[in-house]
């Protein structure tokens, strides 16, 4: 009887030890969809602004492609586009239409600010194969885009082109007035022939003095977005 007791409790005691270690299915967060997003060369940087508010900048988004670790472009642009964009606008820049503004519609009444920018966004999609599509959004503001064409690289004795990036934003500490601030670097992975593979391997945040950084010494083709940012002269 005892013995029968004995085998009894093991295994109820077996049992809800495989309760406690069961697999539960669960709703999947926003988080949860990020790799599959990046994997198909979707990526969002977002920098927050609101320290730079106490008056209107503007902010002249660039574009500087390097081949190897020469810059051929400093202002990369497939079209003629002006990608310069203040942070905020002011109820007295519209004139007369300024008196049907109400103090309800403002950003900020007690500036007379009608819109104010508080952050804006660097995105980036895979367009075709062998382009990117980047979006440069000042929110509340001004939204640009632009197509970045894409390097190919050829791997392991196949020759259909490849065409594989990745980005990595920078490093922002202090801002300068008037000095290009780099945010964000998309390059092609390289061929590491000593072991026959394809690398984009270094830091996850790049420092913006790229001297001494090996990582920029062996992408062969990327793009960094930046912005140089001066105070509008204009507002008084």
Known sequence: ???LLSLIIASVLSVGSVSAQSIIAQEASFEDYLPLLEMDGFGMYSFDISRLSDCKRIFEFSIHEYAGDSLINSNFSTFPIQRATPNLCSVKELGESATEIQPEEMADPQRGILTLSKKFNIGLKNRNDSTKALLMSMVNMREMSETLPLKPIFFNGDPTPKYIYNARPFKVDSVYEGKFIPLVLIGSVWVDKRFNVIRFCGETVLDPELNNNQMIKDI??????????????SDN
Do not use: A, E, N
């Open 1 to 3: 009887m005892r013995k």
């Open 220 to 233: 062969p083709h990327y793009y960094i977005v930046g912005v140089t940012i001066s105070r509008d002269k």
